[in-house]
């Protein structure tokens, strides 16, 4: 099977006053046409690995690798200039708060265009219909309406379906999507995913879905890597998360509240420092 | 008798034309003791209900009894001694330029103690910090340690109600489990009665025994924790909380 992604001995450095904090040490992954699951608590490194694979760290921090690769084809090597084309058209980044991700003095509409026109040569009224049609892709109803919206006019559920349409658009080869559904209500998350989950099925993408969530992750993907202190400590598939061996797993999963399982105590997650020094997994 | 009894409450933003009625006629009651959840999403005005209860929403109207006073248009000192409230974002709720013992100091001061030193250290030891975090500073301190500083400010007037906020959303699943132990042992060792907001179905049915659910500034429905459990709601909306908040669990 042809990889879409390719990581090896990834690093994302900061230099500080106290010497150089990682926050990602030396992680191996590949990414196939599948949803892979990045879980791990903050500080972890998961948004860090997702931000280093678009090249989007900035200055002092550094972002080191032995290889990584997009089908094949060499990302580190690449000029800023060269990067620019690959994100949107070939990665695409969806992040937490549409309420800080889209633009506020710009019409939804507009934005969304001028993410496509910028990697197609399209005359406007030709974006304007393709916008419209992905707006109805989202499930959004009345699309011409939600097209001359500003942001503020829409609801956090709306506002993280318009940047999906507008992530899509260029009809990339990986979405990376940065807790793409943490601001939003429970009711509304699941339709969320449920639409990205389509729109990705459909398409043949490869999706890394970057979450704190054990379980929403596990519902989601088919496969989980779980991140602590920077490594990858333990690779599962999906559906056997909870037959996960490493400790750190067993206590994020056993330290939350459950609805069908109630408990007078939940179990504090014990953490071992030794988890820290522990090599990477590959997956 | 009820800690804290709500009745045909009704809260409202803006006047004529711009008016918007957040909370609609919500009744509910707590026992002294007792644990009561608010559910429901963003916007159902769940968290309104205990602004208005903390006179943080100044437009509302109906009967509101807590903690034995019935609430007019001012606030007594007598209420802020009995009722807290810890706010949702611990980042956001602590002066960042406060040290955690000016920030309890300060309580202890207006609330009129006196023994403020030996208060502080128990403060600190109730929500298990230990004394060490005295001189703190909030940048110095983890998400979950903020929010034991502002459980610890809460409980500093000795109150008898606590108006929990989402106390733990901010907060990764490791130390919401910390915090929800603290909130138990809390409300066993002071006797307190927590009225508690969240939209995790999950959170609330851990710390709570009785749910109200909320939509659209209406309380929609009421139930226990176990008929949550079980799925026996009557209303659609309840059952289409609990399912989507079971799929994601």
């Known amino acids: 099977m042809s990889n879409l992604l390719d990581v090896e001995n990834l690093w994302v450095r900061f230099p500080t006053r106290s010497g150089v904090f990682d926050a990602v040490r030396g992680i191996n992954f590949t990414l196939g046409q599948e949803r892979l699951g990045i879980v791990g608590e903050s500080g972890s490194g998961k948004s860090m690995t997702g931000r280093a694979i678009l090249r989007l760290i900035r200055s002092p921090g550094m972002v080191i690798a032995d290889k990584m690769d997009l089908e094949g084809v060499d990302l580190m090597g690449r000029t800023e200039k060269e990067m620019r084309d690959v994100r949107g058209k070939e990665i695409s980044l969806i992040m937490q708060d549409p309420k800080f991700s889209l633009n506020p003095v710009m019409r939804v509409g507009h934005q969304i265009s001028e993410a496509y026109r910028l990697h197609a040569k399209v005359s406007k009224s030709e974006a304007k219909r393709k916008s419209i049609e992905m707006l109805e892709a989202v499930a959004i109803r009345d699309p011409e309406r939600v097209y001359n919206m500003y942001p503020h006019e829409v609801s956090g559920g709306m506002g993280q379906r318009i940047m999906i349409a507008m992530m899509l658009i260029p009809n990339p080869k990986i979405m990376i999507a940065d807790e793409p559904t943490s601001a939003l209500d429970v009711s509304v998350q699941m339709q969320v995913l449920e639409i990205m989950d389509k729109l990705v099925k459909e398409r043949g993408m490869g999706l890394i879905f970057i979450s704190h969530d054990l379980n929403l992750v596990s519902t989601f993907c088919d496969r989980v890597l779980i991140m602590y202190a920077g490594r990858v400590v333990e690779t599962l598939s999906a559906d056997k998360l909870h037959e996960a061996q490493h400790p750190y797993t067993q206590g994020l999963l056993n330290s939350l509240p459950r609805l069908d399982a109630p408990k007078d105590r939940l179990q504090v997650l014990q953490r071992d420092p030794a988890w820290a020094n522990e090599p990477s997994v590959s997956a | ?249």
């Open chain 2, 1 to 249: 008798m009820n800690e804290i009894s709500i009745e045909n409450l009704n809260v409202w933003f803006g006047e004529h034309d711009e008016r918007v009625d957040a909370v609609k006629g919500a009744n509910l009651s707590v026992p002294k003791g007792g644990s009561f959840g608010l559910v429901g999403e963003s916007g159902s005005g769940k968290s309104t209900i205990l602004r208005a209860i903390m006179g943080l929403a100044p437009t509302w109207s109906g009967q509101m009894n807590v903690g034995g006073e019935t609430l007019g248009d001012k606030r007594t000192r007598s209420f802020y001694r009995k009722v807290q409230m810890v706010f949702q974002d611990p980042y956001a709720s602590l002066h960042p330029r406060h040290s955690v013992d000016q920030v309890l100091s300060e309580t202890l001061s207006l609330h009129g103690f006196d023994d403020i030193e030996t208060r502080i250290d128990k403060l600190l030891d109730d929500v298990g910090l230990g004394p060490s975090f005295r001189f703190r500073y909030p940048h110095q301190l983890s998400g979950g340690q903020r929010q034991r500083v502002a459980i610890a400010r809460a409980l500093a007037p000795e109150p008898e109600v606590l108006l929990l906020d989402e106390p733990t959303s901010a907060l990764d699943v490791s130390v919401q489990a910390e915090i929800l132990n603290l909130l138990t042992d809390l409300r066993a060792a002071h006797s307190l009665t927590y009225l508690m907001v969240s939209h995790d179905l999950a959170v609330v049915g851990h710390i709570c025994s009785d749910v109200a659910v909320m939509q659209l500034g209406e309380v929609v429905e009421k139930l226990t924790v176990e008929d949550m459990r079980s799925m026996r709601t009557r209303h659609p909306y309840t059952k289409h909380l609990l399912e989507s908040s079971l799929m994601a669990g």
